[in-house]
């Protein structure tokens, strides 16, 4: 099983823009993107869905304004993160061309709680995800659309 999802966007936007937006825990949890929650490394934030449910996530390490890093429960709505149900979610920003390259990786699906069939249909629901988050990043931080606070 592929156990990772990794996604590239290019930002017309200065790092320090993206920054402030990918430092916003848990932005990505949902479909409606908020950049609202600072949370301090070490911390957990609980985002709340109407759709899903309740998601944990945790900051794991900040490296302004070049990486940020996050664990979440995307699969396991309503619990709290555990070793076993959690994946890890990495951002990294490197300035380019008058921009911002957003890498973002998603991996640990593998280790996932469940069965084979639940795992590959999580990582197929994140993979899917992904590409509208990365386009919702990048509207927000060219200003397309106005960042929530």
Request: aromatic fraction near 10%.
């Amino acid at each position: 099983m592929n156990d990772t999802i990794e996604r590239e966007i290019f930002i017309e936007a200065g790092i320090d823009r993206v920054w402030s937006l990918v430092s916003k825990a848990g932005f990505w949890v949902g479909d409606e993107v908020r950049f609202e929650h600072d949370v301090p490394p070490g911390e957990t934030v609980v985002i709340e869905t109407v759709e899903y449910g309740h998601f944990p996530v945790r900051v794991e390490h900040f490296d302004p304004p070049h990486r940020a890093v996050y664990t979440w429960a995307s699969g396991f709505p309503n619990t709290e993160l555990s070793a076993s149900n959690s994946t890890r979610v990495e951002f990294t920003l490197t300035e380019q061309d008058g921009g911002v390259l957003v890498r973002v990786c998603e991996s640990g699906f593998s280790k996932l709680d469940g069965t084979p069939d639940f795992r590959s249909r999580n990582l197929a629901d994140n993979t899917a995800g992904w590409k509208a988050q990365m386009q919702s990043l990048r509207d927000a931080a060219e200003a397309k659309v106005a960042p929530q606070p």
